[in-house]
Nanobody, 122 residues
Framework: VQLQASGGGLVQAGGSLRLSCAAS????????MGWFRQAPGKEREFVAA????????YYADSVRGRFTISRDNAKNTVYLQMNSLKPEDTAVYYC????????????????WGQGTQVTVSS
C-alpha cells in the first residue's frame, strides 16, 4: 500500500489542523493505521492509531483529549484532527499502515507515508 499524507502547515498555539492520509489499493480496510511524529533531534514517536474497522483507537498521553483519529474505508483515508495545538506538537507527522491488529510501536508498521510538516507558533 502507498500512503500520501497532507494537511500540515503553520498554525498558532491553540489552533487546529486536520491531517489526511490517502492510501492506494483496494484493501485499505485490512490495514490498521497509525500516526507518528518526529521532531528535530528526536526519535519518531507514536501519536494515535486506529483499528481496521475503526472500532478501537489509541492515543499517546500527550495528545489524548486534543487529537482525534478516524478513518473512512470507503475513501481509503485516515484522518488526524488536531485541536488546541501546542508548540511542542511541532514535528513532521507520518501516517503508517500495518496488516493485522492495531499497534502503538513504530517498528510494528510496515508501510509509511512521506510525512507532512506541522509547525505551531507560540
Amino acid at each position: 500500500v502507498q500512503l500520501q499524507a497532507s494537511g500540515g502547515g503553520l498554525v498558532q498555539a491553540g489552533g487546529s489542523l486536520r491531517l489526511s492520509c490517502a492510501a492506494s489499493g483496494r484493501t485499505f480496510s485490512s490495514y490498521a493505521m497509525g500516526w507518528f511524529r518526529q521532531a528535530p533531534g528526536k526519535e519518531r514517536e507514536f501519536v494515535a492509531a486506529i483499528s481496521r474497522n475503526g472500532g478501537t483507537t489509541y492515543y499517546a498521553d500527550s495528545v489524548r483529549g486534543r487529537f482525534t483519529i478516524s478513518r473512512d474505508n470507503a475513501k481509503n483515508t485516515v484522518y488526524l484532527q488536531m485541536n488546541s495545538l501546542k508548540p511542542e506538537d511541532t514535528a513532521v507527522y507520518y501516517c503508517a499502515a500495518r496488516t493485522g491488529v492495531v499497534h502503538k510501536e513504530v517498528l510494528r508498521y510496515d508501510y509509511w507515508g512521506q510525512g507532512t510538516q506541522v509547525t505551531v507558533s507560540s
